[in-house]
């Protein structure tokens, strides 16, 4: 049972709890407020699953924007407590009960023959490789890293050009350059910095304004359509 | 007991909280009548469906060169952002539509909408 194993428990089940609750409020007012934690989960959820541009764009466009929207549009169409009459359809229960049942076989069968070999396992590694070479007594470093195992001195000549042995144990930093002196080390290479880290901003504009462009504006004409549509729709007639 | 039954934070738990989600959100659309409810539910679908796409770009990440596709990971999280965008414009036309009705008809109530089935 790890942190992360207890955090994704409580994101999971704040946002089933207040799924639950959003759609068996009477009052849809109630309904909205339930919104704003099933939504913080949901962001949760996110920021462990590394998509940390998603979360945010999640909080900005469902917390803030259409989370108001709905609670403008309830306070403007003004219901009054007795036009909100029990309105549970029972009917519709058995269809449900049905699409329940396919569903959990579809995740069933997914979950049996796997699309992806190696899908479970790639979930859990961290996204940034670690590589650690070793390095024998007497050789050059080729990269700047950090010792993890092992214990030498270094000379740094050729980048400090001083002259002297400098020990080095482990957690200690080794420049590029310098030569190995009596001991095997365990040197872990820092990542590539010029990649951008997986889920942020940085990482998501190249494949977005690329890859994705004609999506992208295609996008962006929906919006406008649908925000003129709105404003015709509930503009009052003249 | 309640130890074996606390999730795993691996890519099977998060299929099975989207689901459950997706599925309280079908249940709002087919078993409610309050059109505003049925609106929010939506969302809750939509939001379901953004989990597994972030899901499944997490466990690509690593699979990217089995793949021979190096943005395997960024394209998952490209489309939910597509699906935010998406549904913000749903969100917004859908609305319009509750406030042109109620206008109009004074009520929210999908039993009182038969205008066309009369």
Known sequence: MSASDIMFAISAAVCIVSAILIVSQKNPVYSVVYMLPFFLGMTMI????????????????YGGAILVVFLFV?????????????????????????GILLLGLGIGLLARSGVTPGLEDSFKQPTVAEI???????????????????????????????????????????????????????????????LPIFGSAESLAGPLFKQQLVPFELASILIVVAMLGAILLSKKKV | MVLALMPQFNLLSCLLVATLIFIIGAFGVVCRRNVLIMLISIELMLNAVNLVFASFARAHVNLANETHN???????????????????????????????YFRNRETVDTRDMKAMSQ
Do not use: W
């Open chain 1, 132 to 194: 650690v070479v070793p390095v024998q007594p007497g050789d050059k470093i080729q990269i700047d890293g950090e010792i993890t195992e092992g214990k030498t001195e270094v000379n740094e000549s050729s980048s400090t050009g001083a002259q002297h042995l400098i020990p080095k144990a482990k957690g200690d930093r080794v420049v590029a350059g310098s030569v190995n002196g009596s001991g095997l080390i365990q040197v872990r290479i820092e990542p590539n910095s010029n």
């Open chain 1, 74 to 98: 309830i306070m403007l169409i003004n219901l009054k407590p007795d036009e909100l009459r029990d309105d549970f359809a029972f009917a519709p229960y058995l269809i449900t009960t049905v």
């Open chain 2, 70 to 100: 190096s943005t395997a990971g960024e394209t998952g999280q490209l489309f939910a952002l597509f699906i935010i965008a998406i549904a913000a414009a749903e969100a917004a036309v859908g609305l319009a539509i509750v406030i042109t």
């Open chain 1, 46 to 61: 996110f920021v462990m699953l590394q998509a940390t541009f998603l979360a945010a764009i999640q909080m900005i466009v």
